[in-house]
């Protein structure tokens, strides 16, 4: 099955770059997707996108060729099933606190044997080029679907290492980690104490030989972390670009 995202982890040659869509609708995901990014995360936890937008989200996003993610409110299996079935090619869960909660995600993202995603979805394999027969969906999936969890709890970076050997990509929610370990994010500055469990998450990665991801509030610090390592960023949100780059031509417009 066509997953641009796994296809550039496999290549090992750059790290994976995309965006946050926390608006609804298709047009949104279209602009996003033809930006020449790998793929876009469909944010149901913050952003403004319910099920039926995230079913409109997912499928426009992978008829351009990218790799649609959906991050789940929270981890219920029924909201795992739910992203997967509308054709998510991977789905990022937040939050995530204990071993125990992640072994519950795979168990929910995985087929039987090895785990207990319920099948009979026909959309999702419309979002796979070229198209997998309801069988080939069924027998690929649990190979080609990401599991990604977010560190950003204390909880979590202790138990960063066992972690990572259960998933496919560990995922950095750097303003909720540095409010859960103490040290929050204030005016885009982040202390020492949460660079270095910044580091020790990206370790954790290489040593488990995972993915190690990170979400960013820009191209800098996108530019700052792919530098470092890190194989999967994501480097704006749809919502905090649009209001500057419109700022941005009215004051051109009036010749500020
Ligand atoms: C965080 O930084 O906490 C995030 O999860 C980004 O959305």
Known sequence: ????????FMEGKRPAMGFWQMLPGANVSRILARSGADWIMVDCEHGNIDDAAMHEAVPAIAALGVSPIVRIPDLQSWMVKRALDSGAHGILVPLIRTVEEVKNLVASAKFPPQGRRGFGS????QNFQPMPTFTEYLQQANESLLTMVQIETQEALDAVEEIASLVDVVFIGP????????????DGKMD????EAISKILKAARAAKIKAGIFCSGGEQAKFYADMGFDMISVATDYTALGPAMMDQLATARGQ
């Open 175 to 186: 303003f909720d980690l540095g409010n859960s370990i103490g040290h929050p994010i204030i």
């Open 1 to 8: 099955q066509s997953n641009k995202l796994k296809q550039v």
């Open 192 to 195: 020492p104490e949460l660079d």
């Open 122 to 125: 026909p959309i999702a394999m």
